[in-house]
């Protein structure tokens, strides 16, 4: 582990520190009511959303939870689509978390389930929000792909009609898969011929190519709540999705709800963990549209506060006592974690300058490093598997002393394993001069 105590620390004065602001960091206008009662003098400050997210996300060691389940449901979903993420997260907020915690919630108990869902994001739900999820982000991206497949089906001539074709596909696969059949994709375009087929895609694109069409059928049927991911055909550093039937999986059906009903749900689980949140953090988390968020706020009567530069903020009706301090504590968290991705609107916790250095054009980041509630680097591992602390930022030695101890700890549990994420902070890929200790 490289110690903080030897890497340099980039001042401000540096060229790497001074990047253009993002244009994307933006404040909000001011929107309208949500139906519920209104308390524009409650001022949440940015001090204060800190000590929310110290507490409310388990960060602090202090507030940490006991188990998989208890961590997932404090923040509502885990991101799911680096596959070492979701055990990273729950590492970060469990004092005696092992893989096996995870494994045995997602693949025996099955109290977690992995869902394509807002932003055609794969997430770790608690089993208790799957209605809501699938009924409501995950049917507008079934109906989203349904109508993609119909186009590319037909105008790659796979099919005359593309519905038909994607109709008897589904049957096949779910018959396919009855009894409790775990099947890759790609054996399930080899098993089953109702797949078959190809389509191109990004034609006139440099990257275009032609594909199998399975795969994306098997998506959309994940995202209809048909088919979910079983068992992982790897290990948990690698995704390697088997395939079975949820109803299976589950042993029940999952009911199906209203999709404004199932909105609300998943709005008021958002506005515990992560509220206040801007109506723009809503669009961003949901994917959704300002009316579907609208709605949702005004079915759960939330309630509006004032935050720091001059933003409307939105808590639930019963959320509004004040935080309490929390002592100053440190956090690594992995790539894609929704701690740092959980709000589009991010100064509370993150200096505007220091946003590119953080989160890349899409606004994905990789792994960050937190003192006290905000983002003040990174980490990497080296070939060897040690953690080294990528901190331009200096918090001092209060903060170098607790970020060392959570590298440690990090790299106590890792034991040498090396996790490869596809996200990466811009950060950790900059050149940087200067000692390295």
């Not at 596909?169 to 087929?197: C, F, H, I, T």
């Not at 098997?218 to 390697?240: F, I, K």
């Not at 042993?251 to 801007?278: K, N, S």
Request: proline fraction near 6%.
């Amino acid at each position: 582990m490289r110690s903080l105590e030897n890497f340099e620390l980039w001042g401000p004065a540096s060229p790497l520190m001074q990047p253009t602001q993002d244009p994307r960091i933006v404040g909000v206008r001011k929107v309208r009511k949500a139906g519920g009662t209104t308390n524009s003098e409650r001022l949440i400050d940015d001090a204060e959303r800190r000590a929310r997210l110290a507490r409310r996300h388990a960060l602090a060691p202090q507030h940490r939870l006991e188990d998989a389940l208890a961590a997932t449901k404090a923040m509502t979903v885990l991101h799911a689509t680096e596959p070492a993420t979701p055990y990273l997260s729950l590492f970060a907020r469990i004092d005696s978390f092992t893989r096996s915690d995870i494994d045995d919630a997602l693949f025996e108990q099955r109290s977690l389930v992995k869902q394509l869902a807002m932003r055609r994001t794969v997430f770790v739900f608690p089993r208790d929000l799957l209605p809501a999820a699938i009924s409501s982000p995950s049917a507008r991206i079934a109906r989203q792909e349904h109508g993609r497949l119909v186009k590319d089906l037909e105008r790659n001539q796979v099919a005359h009609d593309g519905a038909t074709w994607l109709t008897a596909a589904r049957r096949a696969v779910l018959d396919r898969l009855v009894d409790g059949a775990e099947l890759s994709a790609a054996q399930l375009r080899e098993e089953v011929a109702e797949l078959a087929g190809r389509v191109s895609m990004y034609e006139h694109k440099p990257y275009g190519q032609v594909l199998h069409v399975a795969p994306r059928v098997v998506t959309w049927l994940g995202a209809l709540g048909d088919v979910v991911r079983g068992h992982n055909g790897s290990h948990w550093r690698v995704n390697r999705n088997m395939w079975t039937r949820m109803d299976h999986w589950l042993g029940e059906h999952v009911a199906r709800v209203d999709i404004q009903l199932g909105y609300a749900q998943l709005v008021e689980g958002y506005l515990r963990a992560f509220g206040p949140v801007t109506e723009r953090d809503l669009v961003w988390w949901f994917g959704a549209t300002k009316v579907v968020v609208r709605q949702a706020l005004a079915d759960l009567n939330a309630v509006q506060v004032r935050l720091e530069r001059d933003q409307t903020g939105w808590v639930l009706p019963d959320d509004l006592d004040p935080e309490p301090p929390v002592e100053p504590w440190a956090a690594l968290l992995p790539a894609l974690d929704p701690t740092a991705l959980g709000w589009k609107e991010r100064e509370f916790f993150l200096d505007p300058d220091f946003y590119p250095a953080i989160f890349d054009w899409s606004g994905n980041c990789g792994t960050t490093a937190w003192w006290n509630g905000k983002i003040v680097g990174a980490y990497i591992q080296d070939d060897a598997g040690r953690v080294e602390l990528i901190v331009p930022q200096d918090p001092r030695r209060a903060g170098r002393a607790a970020l060392n101890a959570e590298a440690k700890r990090l790299e106590d549990w890792l034991d040498g394993e090396r996790v490869t994420a596809a996200y990466k902070s811009p950060l950790v890929t900059w050149n940087r001069s200067g000692p390295t200790g």
